[in-house]
């Protein structure tokens, strides 16, 4: 698995269920307007809060990357 540095925020905890870590990129162009830690965000039609924006790494996929816990995949 892959680590990310967070640059605001923070990382999963083993309690978050309904959480995301966003990309550097997301956070500033994904979106009609800048995106933060503690926002609400829909994904796979839940609703989820932002927890962490991750450091960019210059690596547009990471940047523009969005992680979920695994439970909101099943």
């Known amino acids: 698995m892959r680590t990310f540095d ?3 925020g ?3 905890s083993p309690s978050d269920r309904n959480a995301a870590v966003i990309g550097s990129r ?3 162009e994904g979106f ?3 995106i933060g830690v503690r926002s609400k965000l829909s994904i796979l039609g839940k609703d989820v809060r932002v927890i962490g924006i991750m450091k ?3 690596d ?3 940047d523009s990357g969005i992680l979920i816990p695994i439970e909101m995949m099943r």
């Open 32 to 34: 009609s307007s800048k």
């Open 60 to 62: 547009q996929n990471d």
């Open 10 to 12: 923070r990382s999963f």
């Open 26 to 28: 997301i956070a500033v």
């Open 56 to 58: 960019p790494t210059g």
């Open 6 to 8: 967070i640059a605001e």
